[in-house]
């Protein structure tokens, strides 16, 4: 199997792929054009990127099977467009978290220490204990948390750590999973706003969650809390939030931006990076050691087990529900050509096929296959494949929607 790494990538993720008799093609600088053209020549079964884009024109390009983001977030791969080529999509999630989490408690303790304008300050030959030596702490401070996935699980340890009191918001939160996290839990993001003195947001971006801290959220915000994002650029009205630093005085740390810069070097030139109030970072969440080897040995189990199975672990791109209306189940004599007399019949009869397996008994005497359907089939064509001397048994389940 021949994979394309198209981003920075651990040697020991190199040496891994190579272990498992990939042909491996490492490639970190390829972007754009130059991606499409690399993948157009040298037709990779897999691609491996990080922060690179992968458009449609990249996934039509050649014949790949299978897209890994090295991370957890895929957001910038066409997932739409790989969907409609039968190519999966699968990440990392997890991995990063606690480098992530380490982060956003940095960036909570630099806006509350002013630790960033501390260094500026003495670089500049200024000595201003007056001004510095003013500070909150966060002992006994409340958090609130936009999201508890695995990010925000690992931001809570260490907030109760400091002593902190947390209350945390997610569409999937419960009060008894709350209580197990030792939080309290609220009923909107707005509601997370209003209870805390600092809030940091840990949330995946999709279409739901796009623009989804806006205005009423930093309206409900105190006057001079912390706003820390560590999560996805996009996930937050970032005029809004700009023009709360102004008139209310709120501190943002943020490791991500509304209009990043796709390259790891070059010119940043958002407007926010020049607000007093704002303590940045450059997308750098992830980037620990910890965290990179971690993803690396989880792109290699993905890929390796793809290879020798043909199933993808942390596939996102899968239908969680199909226009299946039916079951068919066959239990059938484990013979060569049973189910595609089967599977012809419900071809002759004009239904589509949504999903099917088709397991072996022991000893390879009888199998059942399971055959979901889009529309049930006619009586007469059921009568026929009962009485074929293969079938063992036949029936046709009814999927609740």
Same mark, same amino acid.
């Given at each position: 199997?021949?994979?394309?790494?198209?981003?920075?990538?651990?040697?020991?993720?190199?040496?891994?792929?190579?272990?498992?008799?990939?042909?491996?093609?490492?490639?970190?600088?390829?972007?754009?054009?130059?991606?499409?053209?690399?993948?157009?020549?040298?037709?990779?079964?897999?691609?491996?990127?990080?922060?690179?884009?992968?458009?449609?024109?990249? +996934?039509?390009?050649?014949? /790949?099977? =299978? @897209?890994?983001?090295?991370?957890? !977030?895929?957001?910038? %791969?066409?997932? &739409?467009? $790989?969907?409609?080529?039968?190519?999966?999509?699968?990440?990392?999630?997890?991995?990063?978290?606690?480098?992530?989490?380490?982060?956003?408690?940095?960036?909570?303790?630099?806006?509350?220490?002013?630790?960033?304008?501390?260094?500026?300050?003495?670089?500049?030959?200024?000595?201003?204990?007056?001004?510095?030596?003013?500070?909150?702490? +966060?002992?006994?401070?409340? /958090?609130? =948390? @936009?999201?508890?996935?695995?990010? !925000?699980?690992?931001? %809570?340890?260490? &907030?109760? $750590?400091?002593?902190?009191?947390?209350?945390?918001?997610?569409?999937?939160?419960?009060?008894?999973?709350?209580?197990?996290?030792?939080?309290?839990?609220?009923?909107?993001?707005?509601?997370?706003?209003?209870?805390?003195?600092?809030?940091?947001?840990?949330?995946?971006?999709?279409?739901?969650?796009?623009?989804?801290?806006?205005?009423?959220?930093?309206?409900?915000?105190?006057?001079?809390?912390?706003?820390?994002?560590?999560?996805?650029?996009?996930?937050?009205?970032?005029? $809004?939030?700009?023009?709360?630093?102004?008139?209310?005085?709120?501190?943002?740390?943020?490791?991500?931006?509304?209009?990043?810069?796709?390259?790891?070097?070059?010119?940043?030139?958002?407007?926010?990076?020049?607000?007093?109030?704002?303590?940045?970072?450059?997308?750098?969440?992830?980037?620990?050691?910890?965290?990179?080897?971690?993803?690396?040995?989880?792109?290699?189990?993905?890929?390796?087990?793809?290879?020798?199975?043909?199933?993808?672990?942390?596939?996102?791109?899968? $239908?969680?529900?199909?226009?299946?209306?039916?079951?068919?189940?066959?239990?059938?004599?484990?013979?060569?050509?049973?189910?595609?007399?089967?599977?012809?019949?419900?071809?002759?009869?004009?239904?589509?096929?949504?999903?099917?397996?088709?397991?072996?008994?022991?000893?390879?005497?009888?199998?059942?296959?399971?055959?979901?359907?889009?529309?049930?089939?006619?009586?007469?064509?059921?009568?026929?494949?009962?009485?074929?001397?293969?079938?063992?048994?036949?029936?046709?389940?009814?999927?609740?929607?």
């Amino acid at each position: 199997m021949k994979v394309l790494v198209a981003d920075k990538f651990e040697q020991s993720g190199q040496e891994g792929l190579r272990a498992t008799g990939c042909e491996v093609s490492y490639q970190p600088d390829l972007k754009d054009g130059a991606l499409v053209e690399a993948i157009g020549r040298e037709q990779p079964d897999v691609l491996v990127v990080r922060s690179t884009k992968v458009p449609e024109a990249a +996934l039509d390009a050649g014949a /790949l099977k =299978l @897209v890994v983001r090295a991370g957890a !977030g895929y957001n910038t %791969i066409d997932v &739409a467009a $790989a969907s409609a080529r039968g190519i999966y999509v699968s990440n990392c999630p997890g991995k990063n978290s606690v480098a992530v989490a380490e982060l956003a408690l940095a960036l909570i303790l630099a806006l509350d220490r002013r630790i960033a304008d501390n260094v500026s300050q003495l670089r500049e030959g200024r000595w201003n204990k007056k001004e510095f030596s003013r500070a909150r702490g +966060l002992m006994g401070r409340t /958090l609130g =948390l @936009v999201g508890t996935g695995q990010i !925000g699980r690992e931001v %809570i340890s260490r &907030a109760r $750590a400091f002593g902190m009191r947390v209350v945390a918001w997610s569409r999937s939160l419960t009060d008894e999973r709350a209580a197990e996290l030792g939080v309290e839990r609220v009923e909107s993001p707005v509601d997370v706003a209003r209870a805390s003195d600092v809030v940091s947001v840990h949330v995946a971006l999709n279409p739901e969650t796009r623009g989804m801290i806006g205005a009423e959220f930093f309206g409900a915000m105190r006057e001079g809390a912390y706003f820390v994002n560590t999560a996805r650029g996009e996930v937050v009205d970032q005029a $809004a939030l700009i023009e709360a630093m102004r008139e209310k005085g709120i501190r943002a740390g943020l490791d991500v931006y509304a209009d990043e810069p796709t390259s790891a070097t070059g010119e940043f030139t958002d407007g926010i990076a020049k607000e007093p109030n704002l303590y940045g970072t450059h997308h750098i969440g992830a980037s620990t050691d910890q965290a990179q080897e971690a993803i690396a040995a989880e792109t290699v189990r993905i890929v390796k087990t793809f290879m020798e199975t043909g199933r993808v672990p942390n596939v996102v791109n899968l $239908a969680l529900r199909t226009p299946a209306t039916h079951t068919l189940v066959v239990r059938h004599r484990d013979r060569p050509g049973v189910l595609a007399g089967v599977l012809d019949a419900i071809r002759v009869a004009g239904i589509n096929v949504q999903e099917m397996e088709n397991v072996v008994f022991a000893g390879a005497q009888a199998a059942v296959a399971r055959i979901n359907l889009e529309a049930a089939p006619p009586a007469e064509m059921l009568t026929k494949l009962r009485g074929g001397e293969d079938i063992i048994e036949l029936d046709l389940l009814e999927l609740r929607s």
